[in-house]
């Protein structure tokens, strides 16, 4: 069956450390992956999207890689800040793109202490 | 450029109630998707339309209900309300293409039912 993992716990960082959060996949092929971040009581916000050719994207201190042999996904925050605290979900589209196509993981919860 | 709004943001109802849940996309979107988080199950797509036409469609019973109107406006129902339908309701608008882009998403309703 189709699954997404994401960490389960909450991810715990130190300020200024580099947080990676992972997402794995089994039995999808999505052509893209987007990561989305959540605070509590509100919807979610695009981050970053990447497609099946594509092996890395960066977005000022955010990065995301695609590895589709390892069906897995990795987000770096760097440069951490306590305001990058917040839930962040993974979500796969292996239909095509857009809002219809996207399976979402459950989302990692990242903490980041001052 | 206004985002995507839902109405109400929250709302408590009663079992066996109905209820109706709106959605304005961005302008311009023509996609407009509904998705169902709870704590347990995360993210869960239950429908998509496009100009009017559901498009796709979730692992939900026929309780869940949804339109679209000509100016890409939607809604969605529940009917028979049950206590496990207390969640976060959230809609996702995306581009015109639909495809390779990302999704939208407003605040979400609150629903509780009791």
């Known amino acids: 069956s189709q699954k997404i993992e994401q960490n389960s716990e909450a991810l715990n960082i130190q300020e200024g450390k580099t947080a990676t959060l992972t997402c794995n996949y089994t039995?999808?092929?999505?052509?893209?992956l987007q990561w989305y971040r959540q605070d509590p009581g509100r919807g979610p916000v695009f981050l970053l999207l990447?497609?099946?050719?594509?092996k890395e994207k960066r977005k000022e201190r955010l990065k995301v890689t695609f590895d589709t042999t390892l069906k897995q996904s990795l987000f770096h925050i760097t440069a951490s800040q306590p305001a990058d605290s917040a839930t962040y979900l993974c979500a796969l589209d292996d239909s095509g793109g857009g809002a219809d196509g996207l399976t979402f993981g459950k989302g990692t919860h990242l903490i980041i202490q001052p | 450029k206004a985002g995507v709004t839902q109405t109400p943001r929250y709302l408590i109802k009663t079992r066996g109630q109905q209820v109706t849940l709106s959605c304005s996309p961005i302008s311009g979107h023509r996609s407009v998707s509904w998705y169902q988080q709870t704590p347990g199950q995360g993210l869960q797509f239950l429908f998509e339309y496009f100009s009017e036409t559901q498009r796709n469609k979730g692992n939900f019973p026929g309780r869940f209900s949804g339109r679209q109107f000509s100016n890409s406006r939607s809604e969605m129902n529940v009917s028979t309300l049950e206590l496990g339908d207390s969640a976060l309701y959230l809609c996702a608008s995306s581009a015109p293409q639909g495809r390779g882009t990302e999704a939208f998403f407003g605040q979400g309703t609150r629903l509780t039912v009791v």
């Open positions: 990447i497609r099946e050719n594509e």
């Open positions: 039995n999808y092929s999505p052509a893209y």
